[in-house]
T-cell receptor, first 114, second 114 residues
Framework: GEDVEQSLFLSVREGDSSVINCTYT??????LYWYKQEPGAGLQLLTY?????DMKQDQRLTVLLNKKDKHLSLRIADTQTGDSAIYFC??????????????FGTGTRLKVLA | DAGVTQSPTHLIKTRGQQVTLRCSPK?????VSWYQQALGQGPQFIFQ???????QRGNFPDRFSGHQFPNYSSELNVNALLLGDSALYLC?????????????FGDGTRLSIL
């Protein structure tokens, strides 16, 4: 089946690290993504990881993938108030051998306290 | 290089009416996918177009239909609007067979049904 789950809320203090978790069910996922959505805005791609990788680091962002457990996490180092937003995990499912669709989680609302 | 553009940005309709949303893909992209994001939810896949044909469809009723034009732009049509159709509608574009590259999302059209 196709299902992506995330915890709904996370609150951290400014300067601390944030860790947002996600679990997915479809083992045929090719890529996994993290998107950020601010109020009233569209989706901003933060980072993505190929399904045969374990880790990817991009400045303050670290993505960890445990393919065996189908668990994905996003760590934001030195979290700032501007990081307050909703974060979506998404997996890509190959369709028609030529392209793919995204399955999104319900989103984790991150609140950064000053 | 323009990214994915959607129009209009906001739209208000009443129950029973029909609506058409528009999307222009990023330059060089030839596939267009549509997603519905209800309030407090993650985006849900509606359908995808390539070569002017619907290639894959999510779990949405026939009231939702689409079209892709020879210049790769796309329209989403929704007939007999229901209150539950109120949502942010997102368009994503990609390139057929380039599955290693993430799709690009537009900023969406926010549709409100009164």
């Amino acid at each position: 089946g196709e299902d992506v789950e995330q915890s709904l809320f996370l609150s951290v203090r400014e300067g601390d690290s944030s860790v947002i978790n996600c679990t997915y069910t479809d083992s045929s996922s090719t890529y996994l993504y993290w998107y950020k959505q601010e109020p009233g805005a569209g989706l901003q791609l933060l980072t993505y990881i190929f399904s045969n990788m374990d880790m990817k680091q991009d400045q303050r962002l670290t993505v960890l993938l445990n393919k065996k457990d189908k668990h994905l996490s996003l760590r934001i180092a030195d979290t700032q108030t501007g990081d307050s937003a909703i974060y979506f995990c998404a997996e890509s499912i190959l369709i028609n051998s030529g392209t793919y669709k995204y399955i999104f989680g319900t989103g984790t609302r991150l609140k950064v306290l000053a | 290089d323009a990214g994915v553009t959607q129009s209009p940005t906001h739209l208000i309709k009443t129950r029973g009416q029909q609506v058409t949303l528009r999307c222009s893909p990023k330059s060089g992209h030839d596939t267009v996918s549509w997603y519905q994001q209800a309030l407090g939810q993650g985006p849900q896949f509606i359908f995808q177009y390539y070569e002017e044909e619907e290639r894959q469809r999510g779990n949405f009723p026939d009231r939702f239909s689409g079209h892709q034009f020879p210049n790769y732009s796309s329209e989403l049509n929704v007939n007999a609007l229901l209150l539950g159709d109120s949502a942010l509608y997102l368009c994503a574009s990609g390139k057929w067979r380039e599955t290693s590259q993430p799709q690009h999302f537009g900023d969406g059209t926010r549709l409100s049904i009164l």
